[in-house]
């Protein structure tokens, strides 16, 4: 990945945020949900969690689920730009919570929607710039909706987690072959 860390680490929150909406519960459904997400995710500069910043959260994911599986390099490029416009963005540098130091992009003040907009939607407007945005992947396993960002080095992985989805569609395959030899 020709990306720095902090960028690395931008987007496995941008993918974390997508997929909380992927799963069979909703994992932003109550504030405690994005409470727990901050915290998973050490945003930092974030002070009391409200049901507003709940709800723009929520949209703001939605937003970005539609840039990562944009049909098109122009469609994603007009739905960043869009996202981007309406957001402040200040670059500075920090050093926080172990990480070494990296820039972080939102402005003081920022909600949590709009850090986490300004932060993932830099980084993913590297991606684009960059050319990687076939790295912006859906899982392959038909029951499954999770994003993930395909960091191998040709570009191979088609399923969200191999431990999981990869290694169920393996037993799946498996299973058929086994069935069509008997
Ligand atoms: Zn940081
Ligand atoms: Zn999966």
């Known amino acids: 990945m020709p990306f720095s860390h902090d960028m690395v680490y931008s987007l496995a929150t941008v993918v ?13 459904a109550e504030v405690g949900d994005l409470e727990e997400f ?11 969690v409200t049901r507003r910043d709940l709800a723009e959260v929520q949209a703001l994911r939605e937003e970005f689920h539609a840039v990562f599986t944009a049909p ?26 172990g990480h070494p130091l990296h820039v972080h ?27 990687e945005r076939d790295r912006l992947r859906t899982c392959a396993a038909p029951d ?22 990869g290694n169920r569609m393996h037993v799946a395959a498996y299973r058929a072959r086994r069935r069509d030899a008997s």
């Open 16 to 28: 974390d945020l997508i997929n909380t909406g992927a799963g069979e519960r909703d994992g932003l």
């Open 72 to 97: 098109d390099q122009p469609t994603a490029v007009t739905l960043l730009n869009t996202l981007l416009q309406r957001t402040r963005i200040t670059p500075h540098l920090a050093e926080h919570d």
């Open 105 to 131: 992009y939102f402005a003081p003040g920022s909600s949590v929607a709009e850090h986490l907009a300004a932060d993932c939607g830099v980084a993913l407007a590297h991606v684009l710039v960059e050319n």
């Open 38 to 48: 901050v915290r998973r995710r050490e945003v930092s500069g974030v002070g009391v």
């Open 144 to 165: 499954c909706s999770h994003v993930f960002v395909d960091e191998s080095r040709n570009r191979s992985r088609v399923y969200c987690d191999s431990r999981t989805c």
